[in-house]
């Protein structure tokens, strides 16, 4: 009898090597590298369980005695130990189909020999892999080949398995090898052995016990998580200005679907691009969010299982009004003559603008950039001509310029002497331009460089001679400061701009009693757009040099703004703010950092 329970035992694991060996084989041609995966996103393809196991079945089987009449029932006390195999393929991460093989021998009751009890069943098997530990769950139908002494021959019948238990991946050991910690079984066994002495039906609720070794081949990696990303091709926009929105989807499946949807205010588009009406939308941060699902085509349309979404946003500006400088090219005009009025203006959103010019007295013709004032018929005095820009908007900006209407010379008058009108026609004046913080507190006579200098010897030879012909004549002298420091300072370094002038123009010759001054800080800057159209209307300007200048417009503006103006008393005459952009000493003054102290040459030296 012994001998027929060795037989079974080698019988099963015969019949689950030879179950299992095709698993194993086809589980080596599919393995994925364990490189690839790790143990918290990916699970083994294949589970291959050989152990050691325990079986306690609880029941009996009517014996028919020697008598042939009488049946006892024979209890199954105990059990031996025995052998089992098993081979688990899943097709995801969770869910695979098993089949298993198991050999014990029984003890009838304390006496006799052992029954042997033989089981072959498959069925389904469900896992949960986390972090190395994978308790599981199955149901198994099989068969169960059970006999023994009282019993020959061996029978088989019906075998019910239900149970779980707990695989451990040691990182000790191969990344293929586990442990099953343990596997506990609830088995029913029902085998019918037929009528005679020694024979009966058994109906046997047994429990199992299992451990041993485990085996993974192969690797089942979770699908790559699609990604999204979304862009939008200007994210700063005004009213109106079209948005285009792109998504940019990773790790699709190119043999599946993908859809991508769009959400937002104004946007519109079914694809991975998508376009935004900004027309009615109000200043303000908008949001586009966008989704791409990845799946199958099914009856009822695409039915997703990859999601991802992403969002980005653009801002809506408020449109600015446009701004305007305005200026003429004579500040003072005889009567019936005329002076070219020149309006520069800007649109921040680049528009088109129309202009249009008003006068307090006098005319103005002209609808672009540029105008002509007629004083034909204005009386002598003051003259406001105003310069308007609109844009497609609505959006207005108004500037402001000046001319002088000069009396007409009475007609019993005597005229005056050529030498006057000759000094008259010659004393062009000029401002005068400092470099950067010049003259400083501790140096107050610096700050004059070498062309200013000649610029106001000039001045003080004309103006002397004038004084023979209008003593009462007298010269006031404005100082400017650029915009950058604080107001005190800017106004104490006007200050000494017009002193250092006048002092020069003093120890030219000029009476001190003749010259005014006043510091004016940085309170009458010129604009950038007026720095702009002097540039322009700069006759001593070649094309190259005005469109070289032009480039560095920031910091022209900072050098036309440290000046100091002159205005003539006796015609109201005000000084030509040219820069001297051709003087040697140009770049001096250009710079934005004020000149390192150095010793004076001999010929710096005033004369």
């Known amino acids: 009898m012994y001998s027929r329970v060795l037989k079974s035992l080698s019988r099963v694991l ?37 152990g050691y196991s325990y079986l306690a079945p609880k029941g009996s089987v009517q014996v028919l005695q020697s008598d042939g009449v009488t049946t006892t029932p024979v209890s199954y006390k105990a059990a031996n130990y025995g052998a089992i195999a098993s081979g688990a393929y899943f097709f995801n991460k969770y869910v695979g189909v098993q089949v298993e093989g198991a050999a014990h021998d029984m003890w009838i009751d304390s006496s006799s020999s052992n029954d042997g009890f033989v089981t072959l069943s498959g069925g389904m098997i469900f896992r949960y892999p986390v972090n190395g530990i994978t308790p599981f769950v199955h149901g198994l139908v099989g068969t169960a080949d059970v006999g023994g002494p009282q019993h020959e021959p061996y029978t088989w019948g019906v075998g019910l398995t239900a149970g779980g238990g707990l695989d451990y991946a040691t990182p000790l050991l191969n990344h293929h090898l586990g442990i099953r910690l343990f596997q506990a079984d609830f088995e029913y066994i029902h085998a019918d052995f037929g009528t005679g002495v020694g024979q009966g039906r058994a109906n046997l609720n047994s429990p199992r016990l299992s451990t041993g070794l485990v085996y993974h081949l192969g690797t089942i990696a979770p699908p790559v998580p699609v990604t999204l990303a979304v862009t939008v091709d200007h994210a700063s926009i005004f009213p109106g200005d079209p948005v285009t929105a792109s998504a940019t989807a990773g790790s699709l499946d190119p043999k599946l679907n993908a859809v991508y949807t769009w959400t937002g205010n104004g946007v519109t588009g079914a694809g991975a691009t998508a376009n935004v009406a900004t027309t009615s939308l109000a200043p303000g941060t908008y949001t586009l969010k966008a989704q791409v699902k990845e799946g199958k085509p099914g009856k009822e349309g695409l039915k997703p299982w990859q999601v991802a979404e ?22 003072n005009l005889k009567p019936g003559e005329s002076a070219t009025v020149t309006a520069s203006g800007v649109s921040p ?24 004032f007629d004083s034909t018929g204005v009386p002598t005095g003051p003259v406001t001509i105003t310069c308007n820009v609109s844009d497609d908007k609505g959006q207005m900006a108004s500037a402001n310029a000046s001319v002088n209407i000069l009396p007409l010379p009475s007609a019993e008058a005597p005229a005056p002497p050529a030498e006057q009108v000759r000094l008259e026609a010659r004393l062009s004046l000029h401002s005068v331009f400092f470099p950067t913080n010049l003259p400083r507190t501790e140096k107050p006579n610096g700050g004059l460089v070498v062309s200013q200098q000649q610029t106001l010897s000039a001045l003080a ?37 017009v002193a250092r002038a006048k002092k020069f123009l003093v120890e030219n010759g000029v009476s001190e009693a003749s010259i005014e001054t006043r510091g004016l800080g940085k309170e009458k800057n010129l604009t950038q757009a007026q720095v702009k159209a002097m540039v322009e209307q700069n006759s001593d300007l070649s094309d190259a040099e005005r469109k070289r200048i032009l480039r560095d417009l920031s910091v022209i503006v900072l050098a036309q703004n440290r000046r100091v103006d002159i205005t ?4 109201g005459e005000q000084s030509v703010r ?30």
């Open 568 to 571: 003539l008393s006796t015609n």
């Open 14 to 50: 015969v019949l689950a090597t030879v179950a299992l060996l095709p698993a194993a084989l086809i589980a080596q041609d599919t393995a994925t590298p364990a490189a690839k995966t790790t143990a918290e996103d990916s699970a083994s393809r294949w589970d291959i369980f050989a």
């Open 349 to 372: 959103q680049n528009r088109s603008l129309t202009y249009s010019y008003t006068a307090s007295a006098g005319t103005v013709s002209g609808s672009g950039s540029t105008a002509t």
């Open 578 to 607: 040219q820069f001297p952009f051709n003087a040697a000493d140009a770049l001096t003054l250009l710079d934005k950092k004020a000149p390192t102290p150095h010793k004076k040459t001999a010929a710096a030296v005033k004369k």
């Open 310 to 331: 992403a969002s980005t946003t653009f801002t809506v500006k408020a449109f600015e009004p446009p701004t305007v400088g305005c200026s003429v090219n004579s500040s």
């Open 461 to 497: 030879s004309d103006f002397k001679k004038y004084l023979e012909f209008k003593p009462n004549a007298h010269l006031t002298l404005f100082g400017h400061a650029d915009q950058r420091g604080s107001v005190e300072f800017n106004q104490a370094l006007s200050e000494r701009r």
